[in-house]
Nanobody, 117 residues
Framework: QVQLVESGGGLVQAGGSLRLTCVAS????????MGWFRRAPGKEREFLAS????????NYANSVKGRFTISRDNANNTVYLQMNSLKPEDTAVYYC??????????WGQGTRVTVSS
C-alpha cells in the first residue's frame, strides 16, 4: 500500500474554486492509478475522478464532469483535483485513493470541503 495525505479543503462560496492536493509516499507512486472520492453527510461514498499512471485517459463521474479536473505529477508523487464552479451539493469530505490491479487499496484521511450558498 501507499500512504496518502490530502490537503486543500476549506470553505468556499458557490461558484468558487478549490484545488485539492494528495501527496503519496511509501511505494512507487507511478505504479498506481489514482482517484478522488467524496462522502457527503448522510450519503454513501461517491467516485469522482480517476487517472491512470500515465496521466492520460482520465475518467469522471457525470456529477463533476466539466467542472472538476484530475491531474498527477509523478515526479513529485502528487495528484490534484481542481474543482471549479462549486455548488453547495459539493459539500463533503474528499478522499484520495490509490489503485493497483483495479482495486482501490489505499486511502487518505480526507479533507473537508464546504460550499456555502
Amino acid at each position: 500500500q501507499v500512504q496518502l495525505v490530502e490537503s486543500g479543503g476549506g470553505l468556499v462560496q458557490a461558484g468558487g474554486s478549490l484545488r485539492l492536493t494528495c501527496v503519496a509516499s511509501g511505494r512507487t507512486f507511478s505504479n498506481y492509478g489514482m482517484g478522488w472520492f467524496r462522502r457527503a453527510p448522510g450519503k454513501e461514498r461517491e467516485f469522482l475522478a480517476s487517472i491512470p499512471w500515465r496521466g492520460d485517459a482520465a475518467n469522471y463521474a457525470n456529477s463533476v464532469k466539466g467542472r472538476f479536473t484530475i491531474s498527477r505529477d509523478n515526479a513529485n508523487n502528487t495528484v490534484y483535483l481542481q474543482m471549479n464552479s462549486l455548488k453547495p451539493e459539493d459539500t463533503a469530505v474528499y478522499y484520495c485513493a490509490a489503485a493497483r490491479q483495479g482495486t482501490w487499496d489505499s486511502w487518505g484521511q480526507g479533507t473537508r470541503v464546504t460550499v456555502s450558498s
